[in-house]
Nanobody, 121 residues
């Protein structure tokens, strides 16, 4: 079993900052890719940012220059630093980890429970 615990969401005014965290525990051999997704009401879930085990990052165009993803492999934690927040960033944010439970097992995706981020204008 793998557990993901997200934290750091909340209510912030436009222009403010928040830092999300997602910590993994349980039966994990390796975590290949760690990512953050978000889903606003009435919209599809979308990729916000991702980071590979080697540190390569990928960002949605809408957050480039404002958000920074990072990971602590020893702590099995991924972070999302969100600066210059806008009302359109309001959504439920989910972390997703692509991981292996054992060296010989197939990689699979595990999702966090989601954390609400609300940006007021």
């Amino acid at each position: 079993q793998v557990q993901l615990v997200e934290s750091g969401g909340g209510l912030v005014q436009a222009g403010g900052s928040l830092r999300l965290s997602c910590a993994a525990s349980g039966n994990i051999f390796s975590i290949n890719v760690m990512g953050w997704y978000r889903q606003a009401p009435g919209k599809q879930r979308e990729l916000v940012a991702s980071i590979t085990i080697g540190g390569s990052t990928n960002y949605a165009d809408s957050v480039k220059g404002r958000f920074t993803i990072s990971r602590d492999n020893a702590m099995r934690t991924v972070y999302l630093q969100m600066n210059s927040l806008k009302p359109e960033d309001t959504a439920v944010y989910y972390c997703k980890l692509e991981l292996r439970a054992r060296p010989w097992t197939t990689a699979r995706d595990v999702w966090g429970q989601g954390t609400q981020v609300t940006v007021s204008s």
